[in-house]
Every structure is written in structure tokens, then in C-alpha cells.
């Protein structure tokens, strides 16, 4: 008789592991307890693992709060568990109806959350080099920070920005962010310099967001810079400028983002699926200078297969003008560069954006760096890049400029702009920016090698 008690005793343990019943669940959290290596604090914890005194808790809870913990990117490994033996851990869940308050406990090894980098990048025309300094975990308490400052031929800044993933307590992010930039907008013609316009944009943003899942966030938010425009620059003798907007100004735009991100680069190369959407909108209704709308989507596909990690980029951007004010000359799209390898930094410009990067890395050697136990990976990559960019509002403005032919009312072969190449990168595991990068790309209708090295992400 005890012998058939021991079985079925133990059958109920083994299903009540395997079909646990949430709503059955008779422990609760009295406190969390934290282990191991990690300087994250123990509210940035509870509010990561949606788990607070009182709750209930049985297994699936644990294993969802582990999960969010491990999505957070903040530690290299984790364990959510109650100091109990299984059987008892049962009984006290699912059989008893006294209700127990338990000690939760936190094992936890934390990531390096921080990073402070020079950044360069030069060749396809263009050249740069800065000083960036990143946090995901300021302080301790699960906020981001991000400095950088650059010094570049077309292009130097210097930002500051804050972000707050989730707020304690509710399902909300926000951010800030301030920016000093002085960009150099050029212009090119037949694969030559032909004019550049000086200009100067100070100002911040501010964001607002729902956190719909670990992945998932939607945000609102409101932009405020200001513009200034100088007279055009390196125009050739008895040359006519090519039409751009030279309106200084406020620049006054309501956002909205919604963006899903289940990436990770645990070998210093992304896997996963990123998915932006974002709209910003100018107009004089709430005092800005300047009228005109941007529509942009963005897919980013990232694989593996044994050594091998190839990627996709599918991105469009739609930046038309609504009234006379137009768009900001600051705000013309431009390709060509690190973003279509084989042509000039920012060679092709307009308001009608669609481009494709194709690429494979392959993982060549895992080293590690001479005299200490960092590790580091040296891959090779093949690409093939594509875009078309249309100008269909010259000038900025929707009324055509004097002496200006109006643009082709449909995309035709040559407005498609092709090129193929192959690369080389040295990646460090956990950071998703090669630490050193060198892409040499052929430019098929302009028939030219064009070849990008940054380190860091460059700044280009």
C-alpha cells in the first residue's frame, strides 16, 4: 500500500511540473534575492522580470521572468528559482492551500555594459574620426547613455543621449537626446563634386514610448532644431547652382516610431529580424519653418548557417515637400558611401528612396588579443548593394524652380544604381559594430572602385 502511495505521489509531482496551473499557485514573492556578478539593482531586476512582492509564483512565472531578464542584453547568464526542493516547491504550489510567501532568488553573471571607442572611417571621398562612449546599464539602474563627438570633412557633432528602456512599474520608455552638427551638404554630377552647401542644426528630441513586448516598442515624440543655411561653396566659375532649399530656421517635427528587435550579436555579428517604421512630420500649424513629411521602412534580416552569416537591408523613404517652405536642405536623402558600397560618399541625392544590401560574413579565425583573454574573430564578406534614389520635388519645394525641367514621372533602368564587392572585418563577440571594417565595391554604371575602412562604426 505505501509502495502505490510513493507512485502516485510521485505522478502528481511529475504533472504537476509538466501542466503547471498559474491561477492554482498558493507561493508568493516576499523578496528577491540577488547572486552572483552583476551591478544591476535589485528595482532595475523586479521591474525587468515583472515580479513584484505579493505576486504569485509558481514555475512558468519563474521561467518567463529568466526569459525577459536574458532579452534584457544585460547579463551573460541568468537563473530564477525559489530555494526549494522540487517536490516541496510542488506541494506548496499546487496541493497545499496555504499560501507561503518565498524568497526568489537571482543568480546572475552581468554583461561588460559599457564601451568607450575612437571611431574613424575614410575613403569613398569622405573622411572622419571621433570619440564615442556608450552605457546600457548607467549607474547601475538599466538606463542607456551614449556620447560621441566627431571631426569629418562633410560632417562633425557632438551628441548626448538618454534613454530609459522600461519605467518601474509600467510598461513604458522614453528618451532624450541633444545634438550640435555642422554638415557640409553636397552635391554631385557625373560622379564629380560639383557644389556643397554649409550649414549648422543645433537642437534635441524628446521620445515617449509603449513597450508592447521585450521586442516590441512604439513611441511619440517631438523634435526641436535649429537650422542655418550658408551661401553654396566650390561652385565652379560661371556655374549655376543646382536647386536647394536655402531657408534657415526652426525645424519643428512630430514623430512616430514603431520598431520590433529580437537581435542579438553574442558572436559580435547580428542574428534576428529588425523592423522600423517612422513618420515625421513638419508644418507651420505648430510654428516650424519649414512644411514637409518623411515616410520611412526599414527591414533587417540577419542569418547563420554553420560559419557563415548572411544579411539582408530592405529600406524605402518617401521625404516629400507640402507647401512652398518645402523640405530642409539638411533633410535632402543622399546615397553613396558605406550605405551603397562602389560610389562617393552621399553621391546621389533626392526625396524617393528605395535600397537593397545584400551580404554574407563569413568567419574565417578566432583569436585573441596578444597578452590578455579577449577574444576577437576575423571574417571576410561578399556583398551586393542597390539603390535608387529620385529627386522629384528639385529644390525642395512642390513649385519647380525657374529654368529647371520638370523630373520624370516614372523610375526608369538607369535610375537604379548597382554595385558588388567583398570585405574584410575584425569583430569582437558582443558588439554588434566591427571593430575594424574595409569594403572594396565596384560601382557597375559609374565604373569606378570605391573602397570605405572604418573603425568602430567610423562616423560617415
Known amino acids: 500500500m505505501n509502495s502505490h502511495r510513493s507512485i502516485w505521489a510521485a505522478l502528481i509531482v511529475v504533472c504537476g511540473i509538466a501542466w503547471p496551473a498559474p491561477a492554482a499557485a498558493r507561493l508568493v514573492v516576499d523578496h528577491i534575492v540577488v547572486r552572483g556578478a552583476s551591478k544591476v539593482t535589485?528595482?532595475?531586476?523586479t521591474t525587468r522580470m515583472h515580479l513584484y512582492p505579493g505576486d504569485p509564483v509558481d514555475f512558468a512565472v519563474l521561467n518567463a521572468a529568466e526569459q525577459r531578464l536574458l532579452e534584457s542584453d544585460l547579463f551573460s547568464s541568468v537563473r530564477v528559482f525559489i530555494d526549494l526542493p522540487p517536490a516541496e516547491a510542488v506541494r506548496r504550489m499546487y496541493l497545499d492551500d496555504t499560501i507561503y510567501p518565498v524568497e526568489v532568488v537571482v543568480e546572475a553573471v552581468g554583461k561588460l555594459t559599457w564601451f568607450a571607442f575612437p571611431t574613424a572611417a575614410f575613403g569613398s571621398g569622405d573622411w572622419a574620426g571621433g570619440l564615442a562612449y556608450a552605457n546600457q546599464n548607467f549607474l547601475g539602474r538599466d538606463v542607456h547613455l551614449l556620447g560621441a563627438g566627431q571631426i569629418g570633412l562633410t560632417r562633425s557633432f557632438v551628441y548626448l543621449g538618454y534613454t530609459d528602456p522600461l519605467v518601474a512599474g509600467a510598461p513604458i520608455?522614453?528618451?532624450l537626446?541633444?545634438?550640435y552638427r555642422r554638415e557640409q551638404v553636397r552635391y554631385f554630377v557625373n560622379h564629380a563634386l560639383f557644389m556643397q552647401v554649409p550649414t549648422t542644426v543645433v537642437g534635441g528630441d524628446g521620445q515617449i514610448g509603449w513597450v508592447l513586448s521585450p521586442h516590441t516598442r512604439a513611441f511619440l515624440g517631438l523634435s526641436a532644431r535649429k537650422q542655418t543655411v550658408s551661401p553654396v561653396e566650390g561652385l565652379a566659375p560661371g556655374a549655376v547652382a543646382l536647386p536647394y532649399n536655402p531657408r534657415s530656421g526652426r525645424i519643428f517635427l512630430l514623430q512616430f516610431h514603431f520598431q520590433f528587435d529580437d537581435t542579438h550579436s553574442d558572436e559580435g555579428i547580428p542574428r534576428g529580424t529588425r523592423v522600423l517604421l517612422k513618420n515625421e512630420v513638419s508644418d507651420r500649424y505648430w510654428l516650424s519653418d519649414f512644411d514637409y513629411s518623411k515616410f520611412e521602412m526599414r527591414v533587417d534580416l540577419y542569418g547563420r548557417y554553420r560559419w557563415n552569416y548572411p544579411?539582408?537591408?530592405l529600406n524605402g523613404v518617401l521625404d516629400y515637400p507640402t507647401s512652398d517652405h518645402g523640405r530642409p536642405v539638411t533633410e535632402v536623402l543622399h546615397v553613396g558611401g558605406p550605405n551603397l558600397r562602389g560610389y562617393l560618399t552621399d553621391e546621389f541625392y533626392g526625396d524617393t528612396l528605395v535600397?537593397?544590401?545584400?551580404?554574407?560574413?563569413?568567419?574565417l579565425l578566432h583569436l585573441r588579443i596578444p597578452w590578455t583573454q579577449a577574444p576577437f574573430n576575423v571574417a571576410a564578406a561578399i556583398f551586393v548593394d542597390a539603390a535608387t534614389l529620385l529627386d522629384r520635388f528639385p529644390g525642395g519645394t512642390p513649385v519647380p524652380p525657374p529654368d529647371v525641367a520638370p523630373p520624370p514621372v516614372r523610375s526608369?533602368?538607369?535610375?537604379?544604381?548597382a554595385s558588388f564587392g567583398g570585405g574584410a572585418r575584425i569583430i569582437l563577440p558582443g558588439v554588434a559594430i566591427p571593430a575594424f571594417k574595409v569594403d572594396v565595391g565596384y560601382g557597375i554604371d559609374v565604373h569606378a572602385v570605391g573602397v570605405t575602412i572604418?573603425?568602430?562604426g567610423g562616423g560617415m
Open 454 to 456: 572604418s573603425v568602430a
Open 42 to 45: 535589485t528595482r532595475v531586476l
Open 173 to 175: 520608455t522614453y528618451s
Open 177 to 179: 537626446n541633444a545634438l
Open 311 to 313: 544579411s539582408l537591408i
Open 412 to 417: 526608369k533602368l538607369k535610375d537604379i544604381h
Open 355 to 363: 535600397r537593397m544590401q545584400a551580404e554574407d560574413q563569413a568567419v
